[in-house]
């Protein structure tokens, strides 16, 4: 079992910046693909970036891209997701979730970091 711990999260203006950081802790040898997620009040959560462990081939939302970028230090074992130009609609709780091979799809998640970007 992997162990994820989200943080970075705040209130920023529009048009600001963020990072995010999530630590992974536990089984991490096995890690190939980490995600950040995010959920608005009376959304259904919805998938932000991802990364690969190995090459770093990313992904990104279309209502993200140009402005967020996600990026890994292997060696810490965290991934990141640097948030720029940051608009009301990104509100949300953002969660880092870990991609297990063995069952195809994410096992483990974070419990959440708040992002509220005021107009």
């Known amino acids: 079992q992997v162990q994820l711990v989200e943080s970075g999260g705040g209130l920023v203006q529009a048009g600001g910046s963020l990072r995010l950081s999530c630590a992974a802790s536990?089984?991490?040898?096995?890690?190939?693909?980490m995600g950040w997620f995010r959920q608005a009040p009376g959304k259904e959560r919805e998938s932000v970036a991802r990364?690969?462990?190995?090459?770093?081939?990313?992904y990104y939302a279309d209502s993200v891209k140009g402005r967020f970028t996600i990026s890994r230090d292997n060696a810490k074992n965290t991934v990141y997701l640097q948030m720029n130009s940051l608009k009301p609609e990104d509100t949300a709780v953002y969660y880092c979730?870990?991609?297990?091979?063995?069952?195809?799809?994410?096992?483990?998640w974070g419990r959440g970091t708040q992002v509220t970007v005021s107009s």
């Open positions: 990364i690969t462990w190995g090459r770093g081939s990313t």
């Open positions: 979730a870990h991609w297990s091979r063995a069952i195809n799809e994410y096992d483990s």
């Open positions: 536990g089984r991490t040898f096995s890690t190939y693909r």
